[in-house]
């Protein structure tokens, strides 16, 4: 018996329209938030044919990826100024954080990243963003800034230490840059302070992934003018920080430290409850 093409319902989620890439799909469809005929989508795998009515419950996503809420809010607490600069998004994947800037008036974002396609359809066909796709952020070079100076750096960076990232950028792009950078703690302790499902618990491996990260950035005559803890999650539960590094203005780090740990516990605390 002949039947009607059938694809994955993350992708056909993506080629309806309804979300902007699969990774959101996929988190869509985890959190039960996505019907099939009425019926919930459990899996992403699954297969559906056009004719099958598919549905998103609830409101939809604000930005690209789960990660523009992380930044969203973390630019209004400490007030990095975004409108009318060029920014670099240093780990962009599908786009929440460049989202973000462009909402916030960035004039450009110049978006990198090492794998490929990932990049949300809209972002992509902006022509304030441009797309440097299967290029680790350590390898960027000046001719892939097509002439564009940029002023504020963005990074969310997974499976390498930030720390690793911020010499060959700071080479390339020189001083008079703001950065605002996510720190994982997970990727910049020891295995072993990391726990089931890559979550680092201990609020003293916090502390010390923030001194890591701020030591490195001392070296390259970055200051950390401020903090604040993400406050949403990484998907496991981990517990997330920004620093805003820039080339003067350091914050009294002992007390921004024991803040932020503390922000930290309190955080992890209530996500637990």
Not at 52 to 81: C, E, H, N, T
Not at 133 to 159: G, I, K, M, N
Request: glycine residues 12%; hydrophobic residues 45%.
């Amino acid at each position: 018996m002949g039947g009607a093409v059938r694809a994955r319902l993350d992708r056909e989620l993506v080629r309806r329209g309804l979300v902007d890439s699969r990774q959101s799909a996929q988190e869509l469809i985890a959190a039960g938030k996505v019907t099939v005929d009425g019926a919930p989508g459990r899996k992403a795998a699954t297969l559906v044919t056009p004719q099958q009515q598919l549905a998103v419950i609830g409101p939809g996503r604000r930005w690209a990826s789960r990660g523009g809420d992380k930044l969203d809010g973390a630019l209004d607490v400490l007030g990095v100024p975004v409108a009318g600069r060029t920014c670099l998004d240093a780990g962009a994947s599908t786009g929440g954080f460049t989202d973000v800037l462009l909402a916030h008036g960035a004039h450009a974002v110049i978006a990198v990243d090492v794998g490929y396609g990932q990049l949300a359809w809209r972002l992509r066909s902006d022509s304030r963003v441009v797309v440097v796709e299967r290029t680790h952020v350590r390898d960027l070079s000046s001719a892939q800034l097509q002439d564009l100076t940029p002023t504020l750096v963005v990074a969310d960076v997974s499976f390498i230490s930030l720390r690793s990232i911020l010499p060959p950028l700071r080479t390339l792009l020189g001083g008079g840059v703001d950065w605002c950078c996510l720190v994982k703690p997970q990727f910049e302790v020891g295995s072993a302070a990391v726990g089931r499902r890559g979550v680092v618990r201990d609020p003293d491996a916090w502390g010390r992934a923030l001194d890591r990260v701020r030591a490195a950035a001392h070296t390259l005559g970055l200051l950390v003018g401020d903090g604040v803890v993400s406050q949403l999650p990484g998907p496991a539960g981990n517990v997330e920080f920004f620093l805003w590094l820039r080339d003067a203005g350091a914050a009294d780090w002992p007390a921004l430290r024991t803040q932020l740990v503390r922000d930290g516990s309190a955080l992890r605390d209530r996500s637990a409850g």
